[in-house]
């Protein structure tokens, strides 16, 4: 397996993107439910609320308010993000960040959008917030468990 490292300080792996991609085969939500479900799912699997938003290449920022995540998505995410964990607890002796989950996530939707979502638009950035001083290794803030997230850019 190969990760890299993105100028953020995020690590990013094969084996965590393929599982990712795989819990996205459940179906195409629309981006909203997308970003509804990640939060949902990285809540599940690290145990800390992760409210996501992501931006599109125009500047439209897209959230989840008032979106119900749907469920299978969310379940097959999280199984995902635990299973990503391992990989990340192998190589690194640390569970991945939420920041890092949602940008393996941004690295699989954006590969294909029309693949992955209902409405094919491709999302410039999916951001976890509150968003954490970029300085940080890793995103983290002070001590942060990391648990909190960043902007990730695609390009």
């Keep these: 397996m190969s990760w890299w ?3 953020n300080g995020l690590w990013l792996g ?3 993107a393929d599982k990712v991609a795989s819990a996205l085969g459940t179906g195409r939500p629309a981006l909203p439910e997308l970003l509804a479900a990640i939060s949902a799912a990285v809540e599940r699997a690290l145990g800390t609320p992760a409210p ?11 959230t989840a308010a008032g979106v119900t995540a ?6 097959a995410l999280t199984t995902a993000f635990r299973e990503a964990s391992g990989d990340y607890r192998n190589t690194f002796d640390r569970p991945p960040t939420a920041h890092e ?4 996530v941004l690295f699989v939707v954006a590969a ?5 979502l209902r409405d094919p638009v491709e999302p410039a950035e999916i951001t976890i917030v509150p968003e954490p001083d970029p300085g940080n290794s890793h995103g983290r803030e002070n001590g942060d468990s990391g648990s909190r997230g960043a902007i990730h850019k695609l390009r």
Excluded at 52 to 62: F, K, N, Q, S, Y
Aim: net charge negative; no cysteine; charged share 30%.
């Design 101 to 104: 989950l949602a940008r393996t």
């Design 70 to 75: 749907p469920g299978d998505l969310v379940t």
């Design 112 to 116: 294909d959008p029309a693949a992955y």
């Design 52 to 62: 996501a938003r992501a931006r599109l290449a125009d500047g439209t920022e897209v």
């Design 5 to 7: 490292e993105t100028v």
């Design 14 to 16: 094969d084996a965590p």
